[in-house]
């Protein structure tokens, strides 16, 4: 696995009222499989999963995978750390599903016919066989989110972040998504506010009002928030 290393890193961002912190110095070193990060709404979840792949600089401290600074080396930790986010619209750009696989095999598979080739094979590995010509528009949400999903993992990364990627699912594509999400292979960091989830992970780190205030065995993380929400 890898090493991520977040190093009294704090983000402030400016608001109407003036620079408003919303994640305090803040230090972790992540080495597990599956990490849950946990806490109540607008708590810096998402901030916190933002910062390990560069989507947001922290404004001191720094954030290091595997050696590389997510600032200085923004390029490199995205590829080597995989984000997948709440809403699949947010990653889906191409107007078929073949297509926006195959966008993320362009640097694997340079040859277009080689490339369709490759994304239909995906596809089926993601039970969705047979939807390449489909429309992205005309999937339903879990369609879609396996589709986003396996658009990031197509892409090869070693880490995924993904924030709360079953939020906007039913409960059987939730389970299916879920279930998917901890057999992976690759690191996971998951954003969820899915308990029974987050438990079933190795570690948890629960954020509140900007600070981890809890982190350990997930599922006595997941039962101190149960007892103090
Ligand atoms: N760019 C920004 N500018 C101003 N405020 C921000 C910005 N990004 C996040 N915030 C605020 O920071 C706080 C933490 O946001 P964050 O999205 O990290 O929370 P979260 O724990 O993921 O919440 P949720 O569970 O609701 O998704 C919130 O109050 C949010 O409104």
């Not at 930790?77 to 297509?99: H, I, N, Y």
């Not at 094979?121 to 390449?132: K, M, N, P």
Request: glycine share 8%; hydrophobic share 40%; charged share 20%.
């Amino acid at each position: 696995m890898s090493t991520i290393s977040v190093e009294a890193a704090s983000v402030r961002v400016p608001t109407a009222e003036g620079d408003r912190t919303i994640l305090f110095e803040t230090t972790l070193r992540i080495t597990e499989h599956r990490v849950a990060l946990i806490g109540a709404n607008g708590s810096g979840k998402s901030t916190l999963a933002r910062l390990l792949n560069g989507l947001v600089e922290p404004t001191s401290g720094r954030v290091v995978v595997d050696g590389l600074d997510t600032m200085r080396d923004g390029r490199q930790v995205r590829r080597k750390v995989g984000f997948v986010f709440t809403d699949p619209a947010s990653q889906l750009v191409m107007p078929t599903a073949a297509e926006d696989v195959a966008l993320s095999l362009r640097r694997t598979h340079p040859h277009k016919s080689a490339r369709l080739a490759a994304a239909e094979a995906v596809l089926s590995d993601f039970g969705l066989a047979g939807f390449g010509p489909r429309s992205v528009h005309g999937l339903s949400g879990g369609e879609r989110q396996m589709l986003a999903l396996a658009g990031v993992l197509a892409t090869g990364p070693e880490i995924l972040v993904a924030d709360e990627p079953t939020t906007l699912l039913d409960l059987s594509n939730s389970r299916r998504i879920g279930d998917l999400l901890l057999s992976l292979p690759q690191q996971l960091v998951l954003v969820t506010h899915d308990l029974d989830l987050a438990a079933r992970c190795d570690r948890a780190i629960l954020v509140a009002d900007g600070r981890v205030q809890h982190d350990g065995d997930a599922q006595n993380v997941v039962d101190h928030y149960r007892a103090t929400a």
